[in-house]
């Protein structure tokens, strides 16, 4: 049951994405229409797509751990045994949680302390871009607990864990 929580929560995530990216694509070719077509310009466009991109950035954070994706340099690791192995990512994942779970902490001083200051443009509190730092290391701390807690079993048992079966 758990499993299928998570596939459906990746989902909506990869979709919210794609939808951001979407509409920052739409937003910034809007302007350049308007700018060089109809020889005006919209005053929100830039901000706008500034803001969606800032918020893609944060929440691909994310995505970025599920898949693994981020840059690694490994060529110490990958000379050790598997269980030393499995060891270090215990390590790492935990030390990419405490930072996380700090930038979240400040995060959301910054956003209480930015809640009356808006956008010039967009009129919104700068306050919800800090939101997207909140939520993107929100959601990359718990990947980090997940795939921390992912190598802690394969450390104890020495071998990979099993895909398959709901757990």
């Known amino acids: 049951m758990l499993k299928k929580l998570g596939k459906l929560f990746d989902r909506i995530e990869d979709e919210v994405l794609v939808t951001m990216f979407i509409v920052m694509v739409g ?13 005006n310009s919209l005053t929100w466009s830039e901000e706008l797509g500034k803001f969606i991109f800032v918020w893609i950035s944060w929440l691909g954070i994310s995505i970025g751990h599920r898949r693994r994706e981020h840059i690694a340099i490994t060529m110490v690791v990958d000379k050790l045994g598997y269980r030393a192995q499995k060891t270090a990512e ?17 995060g959301i001083l910054m956003m209480q302390v930015q809640v009356p200051v808006p956008y010039a443009a967009i009129k919104i509190s700068t306050s919800w871009g800090y939101l997207s730092l909140v939520l993107g290391c929100s959601l990359c701390l718990i990947r980090a607990l997940m795939h921390m ?19």
Request: with cysteine.
């Open 27 to 39: 937003v910034i070719f809007l302007q350049v229409i308007m700018r060089y077509v109809f020889n």
């Open 90 to 106: 215990v390590i790492t994942e935990l030390i990419l949680a405490v930072i996380c779970g700090v930038t979240v902490y400040y």
């Open 149 to 167: 807690a992912e190598a802690v079993k394969c450390v104890i048992s020495g071998k990979p864990v099993q895909e398959g079966g709901d757990a």
